[in-house]
């Protein structure tokens, strides 16, 4: 090949590599055209956020449940974590009192500021035992704070200091928020201030254990010890939730996080600045999600609601023509899908509201409507034991026994139910019937005693799912069954 065919083909790679340069300029340029810019957004609302700090006496070093971390501590079983700084969680001297007594910083975590006049948001967990709280503004003001009151339930708490005109945060509409979207959390971890971190929503609405009354946010967004309390910000700059927990079974971030929403935060926040205490809706019930089996006993069409397990007797529901058995399809008007979406609706509505609620019954729609009642601090439970005189029932593959009249009466079941004394074999060990249980329903049918148990369990199908009604430990729940012959 002559010098003009070389130059000329050199010329033509020269053209397309760059032409490929080019074109993955371009490609690139679109991609980060995309990608947000957290800058003026940290700029206008880093101001209002705060840190959060707080005074233990020496003898009452706080190390309870709420999942605070020492250092080079390493975590074992703990799953689910709520967080703030851990230093000065040691037992040793610590900074003065004001008395002379030995005193330890204990805690470090976030806050925002949500009002001119000095009202401020944090995490209960963050300020729980607190001698005193600490308040640091982003212009290195230091203030004492006083707890206006705060709520375990949601791990809320609301702060006052004796400040004007500071910045404030302007809060979201937690409705319009959706999942994928860009969300961006400022705080405090491992007491670095005003940290900045981003992510995304990964889901709405989670229930995490302990924590009925809250549908958590769920982000991608980097948490550590420190920034609890601190708030989740959306693109357009609202706080649209306070971050809490995270899931980790290393003590640190591990790409699963937990917010607070936003409206179920200031719903609390209303009640503490009335009187400093919570007044949360109840309805009077024990609910479970609806399986695919139970659906098809049900007579429904797919699984979605929440059962009613048991109606308790001396709960708001009592007092309506809410039964066991029915599925909870719609709260004044909010569809229900999972049993957890519940509990935080009823939660909210104010007591003493009457409250529409839309359910299936034997495979009719069916609207009732109930008066809401306060939700007590605590459950009443009970627990039944065992007895001498068998009874065995092949097809449910189980040994069932009468109640005693005293069962009956720790029960508060006058007139139903046998005891599960052992389980021998399938279907009842398919299906999770465990001693100890006591049988109060298969399908539609009241169990009174071993002679009524007998005779229905004797005329159940063969091959079709139905439902048995429990009570285990206090609570009630439906299991699916199905007998193969």
């Known amino acids: 090949m002559d010098d003009f065919g070389q130059n000329n083909e050199g010329e033509m790679v020269r053209k397309v590599v760059s032409g490929l340069s080019l074109l993955f300029w371009m490609a690139s340029s679109s991609v980060f055209a995309q990608l947000p810019d957290f800058t003026q957004l940290v700029k206008e609302q880093s101001r209002a956020v705060v840190n959060v ?7 009452e070093i706080n190390n309870q449940s709420g999942g605070s971390l020492q250092p080079g501590q390493v975590p074992m079983e703990e799953f689910l974590k709520r967080f703030f700084e851990g230093q000065g969680q040691r037992p040793g001297p610590g900074p003065q009192g004001p008395h002379g007594g030995p005193r330890e910083s204990n805690s470090l975590g976030s806050g925002f500021i949500i009002s001119e006049e000095g009202y401020i948001l944090t ?64 705080g405090t971890p491992f007491g670095f201030e005003h940290s900045v971190t981003a992510g995304i929503v990964s889901a709405k609405g989670r229930s995490l254990p302990g924590d ?20 989740l910000f959306n693109l357009k700059g609202q706080v649209i939730g306070m971050n809490s ?71 708001p529901a009592a007092q309506s023509d809410l039964q066991a058995g029915d599925v909870i ?25 009457v409250a529409t609620l839309k359910l299936v019954r034997a495979g009719k729609v069916k609207m009732i409507t109930v008066k809401i009642g306060l939700l007590p601090e605590r459950s009443q439970r009970a627990v039944a034991s065992t007895q001498k005189s068998l009874q065995v029932s092949n097809r449910l593959g189980l040994v069932a026994v009468e109640l005693t009249p005293e069962q009956r009466n720790q029960l508060q079941l006058s007139s139903q139910g046998v005891l599960v004394h052992s389980v021998l074999k ?7 019937i465990q001693p100890g249980d006591v049988i109060l329903r298969i399908q539609n049918n009241v ?39």
């Open 212 to 231: 009925n009354y809250v549908p958590f946010i769920q982000t991608d967004v980097a948490i550590n010890p420190g920034n609890s309390g601190g708030p």
């Open 426 to 432: 399938d279907p009842a060990r398919a299906a999770g």
């Open 53 to 59: 700090s707080t005074v233990h006496k020496a003898p």
């Open 123 to 186: 995490n209960h967990h963050v300020i729980q035992g607190a001698d005193e709280i600490m308040v640091k503004l982003s212009d290195r003001r230091e203030l004492i704070a006083t707890l206006v009151g705060s709520d375990p339930r949601t791990d809320v708490a609301l702060l006052k200091v004796q400040a004007h005109s500071l910045p404030v945060v302007q809060i979201g509409q937690v409705d319009a928020l959706q999942v994928g979207e860009w969300v961006l959390a400022i």
């Open 329 to 353: 399809i719609e709260f004044e008007g909010k569809a229900i899908e999972l049993s957890s979406e519940l509990p935080p609706l009823v939660g909210v509505t104010p007591v003493n509201k």
């Open 245 to 315: 927990q995270i899931v980790s079974r290393s003590g640190g971030y591990m790409g699963l996080s937990f917010a607070i929403p936003i409206d179920v935060v200031m719903t609390i926040v209303e009640q503490l600045k009335g009187g400093g205490q919570v007044a949360r809706g109840w309805l009077g019930v024990h609910i479970q999600d609806v399986t695919s089996d139970l659906a098809e006993s049900f007579g429904m069409d797919r699984p979605y609601g929440a059962i009613v397990a048991k109606v308790l007797p001396e709960g």
């Open 447 to 485: 169990v009174r005693n071993l002679a009524a148990f007998d005779k229905i369990v004797q005329g159940l199908p063969v091959g079709k799912s139905i439902s048995i009604l429990i009570e285990r430990q206090g609570r009630r729940l439906f299991l699916p069954i199905k007998i193969d012959k």
